[in-house]
T-cell receptor
Framework: ETGVTQSPTHLIKTRGQQVTLRCSSQ?????VSWYQQALGQGPQFIFQ???????GRGNFPPRFSGLQFPNYSSELNVNALELDDSALYLC????????????FGPGTRLLVL | KQEVTQIPAALSVPEGENLVLNCSFT??????LQWFRQDPGKGLTSLLL?????REQTSGRLNASLDKSSGRSTLYIAASQPGDSATYLC??????????????FGTGTLLAVQP
């Protein structure tokens, strides 16, 4: 177990809806990254938060947004859901923004109908 | 743009065999390369991390090599066991990733070890 938890484990939404996914980082970790993993693909970097600020972003549209709270837990919000947003969403926490050690949570599987 | 490719996409071997998983990347400007294991419902577990200045890393029955100049890495698993069945992902951390520990992943190799 990595100490990183995510909720919910599974979620079903319909096109156009909004969704919020949550991640609880490992104790003492101030950095969290979010990844999207489509079926049969490797994870793709969405963005990273360091001490409550977004400090890096992948090739995802603005309808993907996030928050990091003072206790370093995090949320991923996706607006105007599309069918292609169906994927496993992973968060990873680390003790620093450029630290190599990252601990991944079990993921949230999102299905958009 | 960095691209990471893994071959084969799937592999099935009998228990006890030694096997090699391959990973290639297009841009040699990397800080490091990691091999992960992914089990259903359990996220990713880091197996080995090789710094760009290193040639290989070993952990138990696992050995990973890195040839940065040719953009290749291999993961060698000795004496495979059914418990090794999982998806194996390689990921590189690009030098131009900004002030992040962003990783670029391959598509993975699904390994099945038959008892």
């Amino acid at each position: 177990e990595t100490g990183v938890t995510q909720s919910p484990t599974h979620l079903i939404k319909t096109r156009g809806q909004q969704v919020t996914l949550r991640c609880s980082s490992q104790s003492g970790h101030n950095t969290v990254s979010w990844y999207q993993q489509a079926l049969g693909q490797g994870p793709q970097f969405i963005f990273q938060y360091y001490r409550e600020e977004e400090n890096g972003r992948g090739n995802f549209p603005p309808r993907f947004s996030g928050l990091q709270f003072p206790n370093y837990s995090s949320e991923l919000n996706v607006n105007a859901l599309e069918l292609d947003d169906s994927a496993l969403y992973l968060c990873a926490s680390s003790p620093g923004q450029e630290q190599e050690t990252q601990y991944f949570g079990p993921g949230t599987r999102l299905l958009v109908l | 743009k960095q691209e990471v490719t893994q071959i084969p996409a799937a592999l099935s071997v009998p228990e006890g065999e030694n096997l090699v998983l391959n990973c290639s990347f297009t841009d040699s400007a990397i800080y490091n390369l990691q091999w992960f294991r992914q089990d259903p419902g359990k996220g990713l577990t880091s197996l080995l991390l090789i710094q760009s200045s290193q040639r290989e890393q070993t952990s138990g029955r696992l050995n990973a090599s890195l040839d940065k100049s040719s953009g290749r890495s291999t993961l060698y698993i000795a004496a495979s066991q059914p418990g090794d069945s999982a998806t194996y992902l390689c990921a590189v951390r690009p030098e131009l990733g900004g002030a992040t520990n962003k990783l670029i992943f391959g598509t993975g190799t699904l390994l099945a070890v038959q008892p």
